[in-house]
């Protein structure tokens, strides 16, 4: 079994800072695409930014010039660093990772709040 467990939430003012981090473990032989998402409140879940294996990223264009998107492979961790945070940013952050392990299956985490105050 693999779990993602997400860190790195909490309440931030508008124009602030965070950097969410998500670390993988168990069962776990290879990590593909690795990706944050958040779902704010009434919406739908939607792709904030993912980074393949190899690095590669891509960003929604909301996020562009804001957030960056990295992974250490070596601990099976990727991270979200959030700059010049706004209020519409406020969301439930969720990562994901495409996991080669006994199987490849595709796991989530538990979800980790970003209120934002303006």
């Known amino acids: 079994q693999v779990q993602l467990v997400e860190s790195g939430g909490g309440l931030v003012q508008a124009g602030g800072s965070l950097r969410l981090s998500c670390a993988a473990s168990?069962?776990?032989?290879?990590?593909?695409?690795m990706g944050w998402y958040r779902q704010a409140p009434g919406k739908q879940r939607e792709l904030v930014a993912p980074v393949t294996s190899g690095g590669s990223t891509n960003y929604v264009d909301s996020v562009k010039g804001r957030f960056t998107i990295f992974r250490d492979n070596t601990k099976n961790t990727e991270y979200l660093q959030i700059n010049s945070l706004r209020p519409e940013d406020t969301a439930k952050y969720y990562c994901?990772?495409?996991?080669?392990?006994?199987?490849?299956?595709?796991?989530w985490g538990q979800g980790t709040q970003v209120p934002v105050s303006s």
């Open positions: 994901k990772a495409d996991v080669l392990g006994f199987l490849r299956l595709t796991y």
């Open positions: 168990g069962r776990i032989s290879s990590i593909n695409t």
